[in-house]
């Protein structure tokens, strides 16, 4: 017979084994959850002073027996106790866990006692015990089913006009912008204006955020302020909701940014920026499309914590410490952490479309696809190089640093200064901590520059007849998509164009701290080597545009005069129009220049020169040696990097300064950040010079691939496959030095010479997915495509998720007249990046030849609507005619002179 007492203590275990299984499970933000805490915890006390009366009792049952149960008693009571003072926090995870484990053996422990007791199954006690014990297990089980929101996948055809993603269509409140509410209506502006409330658990992150550009966003941002007000002066209001799910949510949500901007630009919703719940109350990304096409939800329990009152202030921060779970639930979702690239996307992907630039869709830019595609995603087959490790976007912008800050895990968090390549904004807040933070973080080695060596005359630099842009890159290939951005290896169109063919005699390569040696009154060629070193990204990347990131070439003589200089800065400001630059020239309708970040204006793209992850480039400079020069020269390359040109910040800082954004009321001076350099020296003969062709180089393996995948992806086959040998015969056993000669073969249509190379790197490494891809490529042109098929299934296998790799496969399936799995193979890469130019494209033939009519329509109307428009590339030739120093930058391979 179970007592009165006893039956007291069963019925309160009972209690907190339910409320204890709710909170574990149901981790929700709700008047449930916190009736469930107090219940919990007043549970708890009352079960600490039902211990201490039954601890004081004799013992009734065998020493070992009643030592063990008080042993579990006191650990979940003091374990409990002391949570309940210092917070549930991942500090006291391990007293959290002692607490549980406990908890639950003491349940246990009950049940054998009562039995051992000779308690009837029908006991009300028991029946108590038993009917908690299974609730709360089946509570706890059906919370870990997975939420599908819980993954970030594209599923479907992508919609044929951003109507299509926007919630309520075209007359949906936040249109053109994808963004949604999980209620379907608008959220209060003080949801977003309460990142202070945050800080006061999560101090260090607070501080770091108040630095970064995500605080900085919206109109706290004058270059940004800027170009919303000039979207607005050139249409209307409506268009510019499309930036503000990225970058003005308090006054997007809210219902006021379909307005002019000064009715709203010094409230503070439009100086909130990205608060803190903008990224941490998203509960979905609806897929890799970018455009801001997240959901946002409003937690219940908002009004609580933000309140002013300090009693309900402290009433939340009090049942938040108890138990986090929920907090944690609502404000971080498994994509923050597990698939942080996709998560990031959301906002640094996007496209533009009719209902913003009145003309047709255009991807703006776009820094997720070609990291997608790469080696430092892990997800590409065919990189050049790769980590040791994959990396995704938090692993370089959010590294740990160490905190106390009650989120900490082992006493690091993630930084939340989100450390780039954004110098403007700290330099106009005059904030040195973060300036520095971002210089440091582009001078880390992310990119090298490499004074590589000299070629002698004569030198023919080719024509622009390949610069139309049109990638014929491969079989059945459609085209390629309308851009203002560069593509990547998501495309198999790197070295696809050729573009040059002279081979060269080569004078070096330099030899770092030696001298090479020139004849005087020769002209020659100096080749500058770019390398993506362990950027995830293109370089540079976002609105490129409007950053200026160049190469400046510097020669002096022993007395220090200047002999030559390209990529100089005037006194003004400006870079010399002349150098070598990496970034993306636009035009509007007008063939006039996109300087004013005004994407919605764009066009066609002049030119895209931007550096692949992973991947070189090279510039060439023509160097005159004069008669009478003497040696030696010195030799200086610097990649230069300001984050604003000149002119776009003295547009944004036009007009009436007092009404500037932002403390400084004048115009900011943006820092040019050296990110890399390299000297190296010339003697002058004056005879001829003598070639140092047979050199051997330190490091020569990766200078030589460097040298060689830059010329390769200009086009300069010839070039490409010369380094690429010299590479080989630095170290024959890499099996790249021989599959990087395929890429050249195969591109060349040289297909006896690939087949020879690529068995020779598979007797290196057997199974070598570089290798086992080209040599598909190779059984491709061969007609033999069930070779080719079983090569890239092999790839595959490894490589689930490299598009190139699914497409080539499945366009295979299709001319082996194998419609089911080609269709199949297709739609995997649509699972992938669903606006795939050449799924869509291939697809509607595939069902055409299916008699699919409908479906080959779908993607029919998915493919003209992400396809290049050709005849826009009549705008940027009449700009390339009357800007000769643009023209020569847009030819794929181009030389650089002096203009100092």
Partial sequence: MIKR????????????????????????????????????VVAGFLGIVLWLRWILRPATEPASVGTFGRLLVSLAAVTGGVLLFTGNTSAFRL??????????????????????????????????????????????????????????????????????????????????????TASGGLIPESFFLDSEACGRCHGDVFEEWKSSAHHLSSFNNQWYRKSIEHMQGVTSTKPAQWCAGCHDPALLFSGQMDQPVEAFVGSEAANAGLACVACHSITAIKSTRGNAGYEITYPAMHELSSSRNPVLQKIHDVILHIDPGPHRSAFMQPFHTEQSAEFCQTCHKVHLDQAVNEYRWIRGFNTYDNWQASGVSGEGARSFYAPAEPLDCADCHMKQVPSEDEGHVDGFVSSHRFAAANTALPTAYSDTTQLNEVRSFLQNGALSVDLFGLLTPPI?????????????STEGGPGRAATGFAVGEESSAFGANVSYRDTLALIGPFVKGQATTVAAGADYRVEVVTRSQIVGHFFPTGTVDAQEAWLEFKVTDSASNILFWSGFMDETGQVDPSAHFFKAVAVDKSGNLIDKRNAFEMRSAVYVNLIPPGAADVAHYRLPIPEDMEGPLTIVARLNYRKFTDAYTRFSYSGDLSDISGPMKAVPVVPVVVMATDTAFVSITPGAAASADDVVLQNGWVRWTDYGIALLAEGDLRGAERAFRRAASADEAHPDSWVNLARVFVADDRLDEAAEVLSRALEIAPGFHKALFFRAMYYRSLGQYDKAIADLDAVAARFPKDRVVLNQRARMLFLDENLADAAHG???????????????????????????????????????????????????RGYRQRHPHVNNEAQPIHEHTSWY
């Fill in 460 to 472: 023919n630099v080719g024509d622009e007849s390949s610069q139309d842009g049109v990638d014929q």
């Fill in 826 to 876: 297709f739609e995997s890469v649509l699972r992938i990046d669903s606006e795939d130019l050449m799924a869509h494209y291939n697809l509607m033939l595939v069902y055409r030849a299916a008699g699919d009519s409908a479906r080959a329509r779908e993607h029919e109307v998915r493919y003209r609507r992400f396809r290049d428009d050709e005849t826009a590339q009549e705008l940027a």
């Fill in 95 to 180: 007293l959290r866990d002692v607490h549980v484990v406990a908890s639950l053996a003491l349940v246990v422990g009950l049940l054998w006692r009562l039995a051992r007791r000779g308690a009837a199954p029908t006991s009300r006690a028991l029946r108590l015990l038993t009917v908690a014990g299974l609730l709360s297990g089946i509570i706890y089980v059906v919370h870990q089913i997975p939420n599908a929101s819980d993954t970030v996948t594209n599923t479907g055809l992508p919609p044929a006009d951003l109507a299509g993603d926007a919630m309520g269509g075209e007359g949906g409140p936040f249109f053109p912008s994808s963004v949604e």
């Fill in 5 to 40: 007492f006893e039956k007291g203590q069963i019925a309160t275990i009972a209690c907190l084994l339910l409320t204890g299984a709710y909170l574990a499970g149901y981790a929700s933000p709700s008047a449930g959850y916190v009736a469930a805490v107090i219940t919990h």
